[in-house]
Each structure stands twice: as structure tokens, then as C-alpha cells.
């Protein structure tokens, strides 16, 4: 009798993996204005010429975990069913998750020193820049399994 690998819809796995990656981004988009790293130094006038180094890193600390965290829950959920996963990786992984949305609720909870329509553009271009790579990690994650 041969055995059988089931799979998650791929319909399923992007939808799924698409939102972690969004949400890992507007996370560490959160933690990261709290440690002085915004996209809102973007739209400041009173810096000059030159982009603020913080900016800059915020944009790659954003895309990065959006892409990185869109391609591997894709990757995971794909070789969750078929049992790949052990139980304490999976353990493990819920509780980084956890902990990561908790900071960022901690972090987006506390007053914000940034004006407020600086603030709603960074939070919309932080959003926009999370679901390209998240969409991008997905693409790619799912296009290799």
C-alpha cells in the first residue's frame, strides 16, 4: 500500500504565510520606532540633504523580516503536515512569535514621539513594504517546494 503525503491547499499556505510576513514586519516596524529606527525620518525637514541612517535601516530591518518571514512559514506549513516538523521546533516557534507580538504591542502601546501624519505615513509605508516581500518570500518559497 503507498503511503500518501498530504499538503496544505497552496491557496492556504500563501494566504497563511502572506499575513505572518505582514505581521512580522508591522512588528518589528513597532519595536523599531521604539529604538529610534522610523521610516518617518523620510519626511522630516529639518534633516538636510541626506537620509538619516536610522530610516534606511529601519527599510531593511522592514523588508527583511517581511520577506524572510513570509518565505519560511511558506516553507514550514508546507512540511508541517507531512509530519517534518518536531514538536519542540514547532513549540519553539510559537513562542518566538508570541514574544515578538508582545514587544511589538508593548512598543506600540507607549507614547510616540513622531507627528502624527509622519507616523501614519511610516506606518503605510511600512505595511506596503511588508506585503511586497512578504508576497515576494512567498513566491519564491512556494515556486521552490
Same mark, same amino acid.
Given at each position: ?30 519595536? =523599531?520606532?521604539?529604538? &529610534?529606527?522610523?521610516? $518617518?525620518? #523620510?519626511?522630516? !525637514?529639518?534633516?538636510?540633504? +541626506?537620509? @538619516? ?12 523580516? =517581511?520577506?524572510?518571514? &513570509?518565505?519560511?512559514? $511558506?516553507? #514550514?506549513?508546507? !512540511?508541517?503536515?507531512?509530519? +517534518?516538523? @518536531? ?20 512598543? $506600540? ?37
Amino acid at each position: 500500500m503507498a503511503e500518501k503525503t498530504a499538503y496544505f491547499p497552496r491557496r492556504l499556505i500563501f494566504a497563511a504565510a502572506l499575513i505572518s510576513g505582514v505581521l512580522l514586519a508591522l512588528a518589528l516596524h513597532m519595536i =523599531g520606532q521604539r529604538f &529610534g529606527l522610523d521610516l $518617518a525620518g #523620510l519626511w522630516r !525637514s529639518d534633516q538636510g540633504d +541626506v537620509m @538619516p541612517a536610522g530610516a534606511a535601516l529601519a527599510w531593511w530591518l522592514i523588508a527583511t523580516a =517581511g520577506f524572510a518571514g &513570509g518565505y519560511y512559514t $511558506a516553507v #514550514l506549513m508546507h !512540511s508541517a503536515v507531512a509530519g +517534518v516538523i @518536531p514538536p519542540r521546533m514547532r513549540q519553539f516557534l510559537i513562542a518566538v512569535g508570541v514574544l515578538v507580538l508582545a514587544a511589538a504591542g508593548q512598543a $506600540a502601546s507607549a507614547p510616540n514621539a513622531i507627528p502624527t501624519i509622519n507616523g501614519v505615513l511610516a506606518g503605510l509605508g511600512a505595511l506596503g513594504l511588508g506585503v511586497v516581500m512578504a508576497f515576494c518570500g512567498v513566491h519564491f518559497a512556494l515556486n521552490k517546494a
